[in-house]
């Protein structure tokens, strides 16, 4: 940059020196003293000339005017092209430090990075069009190129490329990416290998290897609870015929996603690996397919009901014995609709990975809440059992007794 600036000075530079070294022009010199000889020649003449005082004083002053008009005529001219001169010099110096500042700017600025990131701004908002992707395909590359280091644009460009169906391009951009990535950076690492293994999967036509399942297993032991890196590996797995493995895969998948397609879906592949094994002799469990469910009653003790009013709110929950304390699944009652059994199930998930089936020992709590807020606060009454299965078949029995503190 500082060689920009430099260059972007010399003609700056040049203008203000110009005048030291400025020279007149020595036929201007040359004419003006030609004059002046000339001049001086007839004066002489004059003065030797047999007139008389009053003609010779007349002679004198046209002879004097006649030599100030033509030197004046001389400057006058030589001025003229000497400003014409500077006006071309100017106006060239000028339009060449706009020029200058122009291709400078696209290579040192920040002009291609503005663009880029305009398009995708835009494209999370609407549908780029097929010139504007292709636009903001080549300004990732520059801005890849000019900033090596910045993993970002090689990333967002990996990404558009796989988008795009050019997902062997999109795998040589990811394979560079992951060998610049520390070692200690193991999120970014994991995501990197996923994406690096789900394009060289489209690539090879769909056809999974030993090389590529190995890629996504160490992607998975960096990063256990990457979903994405989950179901490739069961894909993989099922590819290669390791059926048991691609159930494994499948199953921690599937007991983290709520009701849905995408767990129906699933679901479908885990009984054909199984169809699969059995074909080969193997017995398969798939118990684990029955989705957790745990039932409720759900009372209050002659304590706590003498303490609460009919539109206190109950909350009954369930939530993992050893993890996070977001709730598994959950439901809101009142004090008025007691006693009352509830079912606890995948279908009241506040995340998705983070649901009943996913834990197989959990906690049960219920909770009046004088304040109306899920989290305990002191003069609320609960109780609490831990640990219950995620499958417990029998009616768990909850009496609320308990006053916090």
Known sequence: MIWAIILLLLPLLALLIKPVF????????????????????????????????????????????????????????????????????????????????????????????LRATELLSKSAQAQLSVPEQQELLERLAMA??????????????????????????????????????PQEAKVDRATTMTMLAQA?????????????????????ALMPDNRQAM?????????????????????????????????????????RAANKLEEQGESVNLS???????????????????????????????????GPPMPLAAQKLTVADLPQVVTLSDAQAMMAGMNLSSHAQVAVVARVSKSGQPVAQAGDWQVEQTPVSNQEPEVIKLVISQRVE
């Open 22 to 113: 400025y020279k007149t022009d020595t036929h201007v010199v040359s004419q003006s003293e030609e004059n002046l000889r000339l001049y001086q020649e007839r004066c002489q003449e004059l003065t030797q000339a047999d007139l008389d005082d009053e003609t010779r004083a007349g002679l004198q002053l046209e002879l004097d005017r006649e030599f100030l008009a033509s030197d004046a005529q001389e400057q006058d001219s030589a001025v003229k092209e000497n400003t014409a001169n500077r006006w071309v010099l100017s106006l060239s110096l000028f339009v060449a430090a706009v020029a200058a500042t122009f291709l400078f700017y696209q290579n040192w600025g920040a002009g291609n990075e």
């Open 144 to 181: 890849s190129d000019k900033f090596p280091n910045e993993v970002e644009w090689r990333f967002l460009r990996a990404r558009l490329l796989n988008a795009e169906g050019d997902f062997k391009q999109a795998a040589d951009v990811f394979a560079d990416i992951l060998v610049t990535l």
């Open 200 to 220: 060289r999967f489209f690539a090879a036509d769909q056809q999974a290897d030993e090389n590529n399942y190995q890629l996504i297993k160490d992607a998975l």
């Open 231 to 271: 179901g490739l590996a069961g894909i993989f797995a099922f590819e290669l015929n390791k059926y048991q493995a691609a159930i494994d895969h499948w199953r921690v998948l599937w007991a983290g996603l709520p009701d849905g397609q995408e767990a129906a879906y699933l679901e479908q592949g885990i009984r």
């Open 288 to 322: 684990f397919l029955k989705r957790a469910e745990i039932k409720v009653l759900v009372e209050l003790s002659a304590e706590a009901k003498a303490e609460t009013q009919p539109q206190d709110a109950v909350f009954v929950l369930a939530k993992a014995v050893a």
